[in-house]
């Protein structure tokens, strides 16, 4: 299938030999899809955007993109690596990992300059960038003196630079301000109107429905729990409640304590 943008089979993981983190994955991603992968810490997310990102191999089990394997000797092909590199970003869920240079500037340039991306092409798409990121004012800032939010911005910023067709969003609108959250949310959904594939690790179920319509929930056993519909899956509260995407509260009502779930989509009051 020409469409097919990933196909995992059966793929197996563990860090140094030892802690597993993925536990077998058959997965396909076709171009032009809007996903999310949902699941409890440690059940496999990030490494699962690892794995796709090409920055880690599976211990067994293959990973194709683009209709080839995805292994070292794919990315050490320069060319391949050159291609696949300007086909798909991976934003990290930990900035300080995504950002290295001494100014945010140059390390929005980084990407772009790596790959040898056409220059006034490159400096018409930064500028946008900055601008629809509202980052403008860090240029010269170091990325590790600024906060939290304005790092996750910054590091988004470094990916959407490259402008590629795939983008691997980990835990992405984690500790913005609401508004940037909703602003992150357009940014993922317009990259998918305009035919990128999106691929978004999150356990904010809050966001799941608008930023993707097919999901995927990794278990504790870090397996696939279930993929469907967005609107399917988060209406099974037993799966949600079973994979930890559902959680028990205390309330106290007058004089009365009770326990009951609750879950991520229903908004506190
Ligand atoms: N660098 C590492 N070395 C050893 N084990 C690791 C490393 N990174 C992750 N793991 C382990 O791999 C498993 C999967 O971790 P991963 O980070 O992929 O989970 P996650 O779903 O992204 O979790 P979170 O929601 O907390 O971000 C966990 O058990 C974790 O402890
Ligand atoms: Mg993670």
């Known amino acids: 299938m020409d469409d097919l943008i990933f196909s995992l089979r059966a793929v197996r993981f563990s860090y140094l030999k030892k802690y597993p983190a993925l536990g077998g994955l058959d997965m396909d991603i076709a171009r032009g899809q809007k996903i999310a992968i949902l699941g409890a810490n440690g059940s496999g997310k ?15 089990g293959s990973v194709e993109a683009f209709g080839r394997r995805l292994d070292e000797a794919a990315l050490n092909n320069a060319d391949f690596s050159r291609r696949f590199r300007s086909k798909v970003g991976l934003v990290f869920q930990n900035p300080d990992i995504q950002l290295f240079c001494p100014t945010v500037k140059e390390d929005i340039l980084f990407g772009p300059l790596q790959l040898g991306l056409d220059k006034a092409k490159m400096n018409k798409r930064v500028d946008e960038v900055i601008t629809s990121l509202g980052i403008g004012d860090l240029l010269e800032r170091s990325p590790h003196q600024l906060s939290v939010g304005e790092k996750r911005k910054v590091s988004i910023a470094t990916v959407l630079a490259i402008d590629p067709d795939v983008l691997l969003l980990d835990e992405p609108t984690a500790g913005l301000d609401p508004q940037t959250s909703r602003h992150i949310m357009d940014i993922i959904i317009e990259a998918n109107v305009k035919g990128k ?12 429905e608008e930023i993707a319509s097919l999901a995927y929930i990794l278990s504790r056993e870090r397996k696939i729990a279930k993929s469907g519909p967005v609107e399917e899956l988060l209406k099974d509260v037993e799966l949600l409640q079973a994979n930890n995407l559902r959680h028990i509260h205390k309330h106290r009502h007058k004089d009365m304590e009770h326990i009951h779930p609750h879950q991520h989509t229903e908004h506190h009051l």
């Open 46 to 60: 990030s490494t699962l955007l690892q794995l796709l990102d090409g920055l880690i191999f599976p211990d067994t």
């Open 197 to 208: 594939t999106v691929i978004t690790a999150t356990h904010d179920l809050h966001i799941v």
